[in-house]
């Protein structure tokens, strides 16, 4: 699921962007494995699924996707779809964990997309050591 859904990521909404798409990554990363140490979550790996799910269906939000052939979801709810799946599973710590997804990809979200539409400034502008690491296509 994630190299699905960073593969899109990468090759359309981060086009010719990758340093940026790889700091937003580890940022999230980074955020993920503070909150597994606060809450006690034993591996950040599915909220970083999740996070990065919630990324891909913020910037699509015109797709819609199947699920188990059985419901369609446009891509804004599949998260949240995920997340309840979760919980009706019965799975309170799965549900945790899609949770912090959801709310570190919000926070992503928010800080490189909307944010600098607002204020003008941007956050979550790759620094020049990680620019450095990739050569400029032309």
């Known amino acids: 699921i994630v190299y699905v859904y960073c593969r899109r990521l ?4 981060y086009f010719r962007r990758t340093a940026e798409f790889l700091f937003v990554l580890l940022i999230g990363a980074s955020a993920l494995i503070g909150f597994t140490f606060v809450l006690d979550m034993p591996f950040p790996s ?3 699924v999740i996070m990065v799910l919630y990324l891909w269906s913020r910037r699509y939000p015109d797709e819609r ?3 188990y ?3 369609t979801v ?6 949240y779809f995920m997340l309840f799946l979760a ?3 019965g799975s309170t710590q799965g549900a ?3 949770l912090v997804g959801i709310f570190v990809g919000h926070c992503l979200w928010f800080f490189s997309d909307v944010f600098p539409l607002i204020s003008g400034v941007d956050f979550m502008k790759a620094p020049r050591f990680i620019t450095g690491f990739f050569v400029p296509q032309q």
Do not use: K, Q
């Open 10 to 13: 990468e090759e359309h909404f």
């Open 46 to 48: 599915g909220s970083f």
């Open 65 to 67: 996707l199947s699920i």
């Open 69 to 71: 052939g059985i419901f």
């Open 74 to 79: 446009s891509a804004p709810y599949l998260a």
């Open 87 to 89: 919980y009706m599973m």
């Open 96 to 98: 945790l964990i899609d």
